[in-house]
């Protein structure tokens, strides 16, 4: 194995002087994270509120707090003087409650009138309206003498402990870049190296091809580990996801690796032009990719979706990488890493054996 | 013992016969070149020895040990520049040797390697910047990185242009120098002949001559000729004063072939005789036996 680390320090030399290859393991998913990550990864965060308290008396304050205590909103105080509507035109604001002077006053009388001013059109706003409207449900259910409401909605997250989108989405970007760099860019490396007799070159030294299908296993794994920490750092740094490292999310990172690796060289085979590599790479993986619960949970498929995500190997690395790192489900980190191990052993064999240097 | 030995080697693929029949030998020291067009099975030939093809028949030993069973003795002790050499574009002329002499796990000097091709200076430069020239010589110093009794080089300077495939040349004098056995593959019909110590010249996978450059224009190219434009009636007289000369007129020239006239007798008659616009002797060459051999021309660039 001597010569496998002889072939995986150049191929590591190559990687770094390589610049597409640095922007697809490294930028691309950088990038990834935080084009969706700010697209979608905020839809889960506090509306923003305007607040106007033009009565000033421990009644409007007690409104403030029981807005306050929905943890919906991100309130923004509008400063008493000011024409409300124009503010909240000034500062963006899509809604905005005023509390009229004399609001404890007529609080007395049962009287009392809050102002809401929002914006149909806009979705946070809808949703402001509602969480508004709730609270003076409430408040009213309380002056009317309910000691507490006879009905309560207990609200729980579907996904467990509160999953992010971008807490979901970090683990398929991992699980992405690994199946793009080690099906597609080592399909592409061995058509290039084939066509350009490296190959053959190769097969007039001591080198075998077991050795040199575990160099690029190897060389993955390490690119893998890089685009990996690479990802984390971006997701803990920007959006604030907690990511558990353990024993499990590295074996099933390395496993991931190898069996694209081994999976490419399979493919390998079968394609003999330079130009071809990246078209076959691409059709087995960008598919794959959009289908083993990349982007999107796998609940929310269709059945024959699901069924055809069962077969594909970037869905155990996915859900593996999810249990491991995100969710911490020690079932699902034990089964999806199995799966995983044993699909990197199965391809990286069958790889090595399918590998052909030579013409016969 | 020969340091190559080839009996009988067959190579079909399909219904076609790659190499038909090849029969030959090359012994420890000697430059041996396989000559011949485009497609007439010296590569196929060649790669089968270097153990990256499977022959269909016939017996091939390589510094005694059979190509099929003892691939991996016979592959630390050759070195091999293969047809249109590439290596890696981004490592430099330096790491690319390196990394193959850490394969074959050999104590080389790299520098010393380069120094012997003349690549000191291109050493920390990339692959990728290379001339062909400069390229071909990186090839040449990563065939030598195990100390190969017997280098194997196809086709080492087809698309070169004059300057570099005579440094080429030059390389492969040394390494003749040094007491290697080099293997050639060629269709230049200039490179083979000034080259090497035998040629065996092949044509559609079999072998039509095998011998010394020279032996083999002396026995298949004729003798040497001499031309002079062709006038009105000189032919005849040429041959009045020439008598056991052939003569002939071909493109408005004519060819003396001095039959058993020594060429100073030749060249002194038309001296003394004939009025002499222009003069040609011309020695005949590998090309003209080709010709001879095949009833095709090599079509080589350098022929």
């Given amino acids: 194995m001597r010569r496998a680390l002889v072939d995986l320090r150049a191929s590591l030399r190559i990687y770094f002087r390589s610049r597409s290859g640095v922007f697809w393991t490294i930028a691309f998913p950088v990038l990834m994270m935080l084009v969706f990550g700010s697209i979608l990864g905020n839809a889960g965060d506090d509306v923003t509120l305007g607040f106007q308290d033009r009565d000033g008396t421990p009644a409007s304050q007690a409104f403030r707090q029981a807005l306050a205590d929905t943890g919906s909103f991100d309130l923004r105080t509008i400063p008493a003087g000011e024409d409300a509507v124009a503010a909240s035109r000034r500062e963006g604001y899509h809604t905005v409650v005023v509390v009229p002077p004399g609001y404890a006053a007529a609080l007395q009388q049962g009287e009392a009138v809050v102002r809401i001013h929002h914006d149909p059109s806009q979705t946070n706003s809808n949703i402001a309206f509602s969480v508004v409207r709730g609270v003076v449900d409430r408040m009213n259910l309380e002056l009317a003498g309910a000691r507490s409401p006879a009905v309560q909605l207990a609200q729980e997250s579907l996904v467990s402990s509160e999953l992010s989108f971008v807490d979901f989405f970090l683990p398929g970007v991992i699980g992405m870049t690994i199946a793009m760099s080690a099906l597609i860019g080592n399909l592409e490396l061995f058509a290039r190296y084939r066509s350009q007799g490296i190959l053959k070159k190769l097969a007039t030294t001591p080198i075998t091809k077991l050795e040199w299908v575990v160099s690029k296993v190897l060389y993955q794994c390490v690119i893998g580990a890089i685009t990996a920490t690479t990802i984390i750092v971006v997701g803990v740094l920007a959006f604030d996801v907690r990511v558990f490292l353990n024993p499990f999310a590295i074996l099933i990172l390395f496993s991931g690796t190898a069996a694209f690796a081994g999976l490419s060289m399979m493919i390998a085979r079968y394609v003999n032009e330079q130009e071809s590599a990246n078209a076959a790479g691409s059709a087995v993986a960008m598919p794959m990719i959009f289908l083993s619960g990349t982007f999107f949970p796998l609940e929310g498929m269709p059945p024959l979706l699901h069924s055809i995500a069962k077969v594909l190997p970037l869905t155990y690395v996915n859900e593996g990488l999810r249990a491991a790192m995100i969710t911490q489900n020690a079932s699902a980190m034990a089964f999806n890493g199995a799966i995983a191990a044993a699909l990197a052993i199965g391809f990286v064999l069958l790889g090595a054996a399918m590998t052909d240097w030579k013409e016969v | 013992m020969p340091v190559v030995e080839v009996e009988q080697l067959v190579k079909r693929y399909g219904e076609l016969s790659a190499v038909d029949g090849l029969s030959f030998s090359v012994e420890k020291g000697e430059v041996f070149a396989l000559l011949g067009p485009n497609g007439a099975g010296k590569t196929t030939t060649v790669e089968i020895l270097e153990c990256l093809r499977a022959k269909t028949s016939g017996r091939v030993r390589v510094l005694g040990h059979d190509v099929e069973t003892q691939a991996s003795r016979i592959r630390e002790r050759i070195g091999v520049l293969p047809q249109d050499f590439n290596t890696f574009d981004r490592l430099t002329v330096r790491e690319n040797v390196r990394y193959f002499r850490d394969l074959f796990g050999s104590n080389a000097d790299v520098d010393e390697l380069l120094a012997s091709v003349g690549l000191t200076?291109?050493?920390?430069?990339?692959?990728?910047?290379?001339?062909?020239?400069?390229?071909?010589?990186?090839?040449?110093?990563?065939?030598?990185?195990?100390?190969?009794?017997?280098?194997?080089?196809?086709?080492?300077?087809?698309?070169?242009?004059?300057?570099?495939?005579?440094?080429?040349?030059?390389?492969?004098?040394?390494?003749?120098?040094?007491?290697?056995?080099?293997?050639?593959?060629?269709?230049?019909?200039?490179?083979?002949?000034?080259?090497?110590?035998?040629?065996?010249?092949?044509?559609?996978?079999?072998?039509?001559?095998?011998?010394?450059?020279?032996?083999?224009?002396?026995?298949?190219?004729?003798?040497?000729?001499?031309?002079?434009?062709?006038?009105?009636?000189?032919?005849?007289?040429?041959?009045?004063?020439?008598?056991?000369?052939?003569?002939?007129?071909?493109?408005?020239?004519?060819?003396?072939?001095?039959?058993?006239?020594?060429?100073?007798?030749?060249?002194?008659?038309?001296?003394?005789?004939?009025?002499?616009?222009?003069?040609?002797?011309?020695?005949?060459?590998?090309?003209?036996?080709?010709?001879?051999?095949?009833?095709?021309?090599?079509?080589?660039v350098g022929a």
């Fill in chain 2, 121 to 300: 200076e291109k050493a920390d430069t990339l692959y990728l910047e290379l001339s062909g020239g400069l390229k071909q010589r990186t090839g040449v110093a990563i065939a030598l990185v195990n100390d190969p009794e017997l280098v194997f080089l196809d086709e080492p300077s087809t698309g070169l242009d004059p300057h570099a495939r005579r440094q080429v040349w030059e390389l492969i004098r040394k390494l003749r120098a040094g007491g290697r056995t080099v293997f050639l593959t060629t269709h230049y019909m200039e490179e083979a002949a000034v080259l090497s110590d035998r040629v065996g010249i092949v044509h559609r996978g079999k072998l039509v001559a095998l011998d010394a450059p020279d032996a083999i224009v002396r026995a298949h190219a004729g003798s040497t000729t001499v031309r002079l434009p062709a006038e009105p009636g000189l032919a005849d007289r040429v041959a009045g004063w020439l008598p056991r000369a052939r003569v002939r007129v071909d493109n408005a020239h004519l060819s003396i072939d001095p039959g058993d006239h020594r060429l100073e007798e030749v060249l002194s008659a038309l001296a003394s005789k004939a009025t002499l616009a222009s003069l040609e002797v011309r020695t005949p060459n590998l090309e003209d036996a080709f010709l001879a051999l095949t009833g095709e021309r090599l079509g080589g």
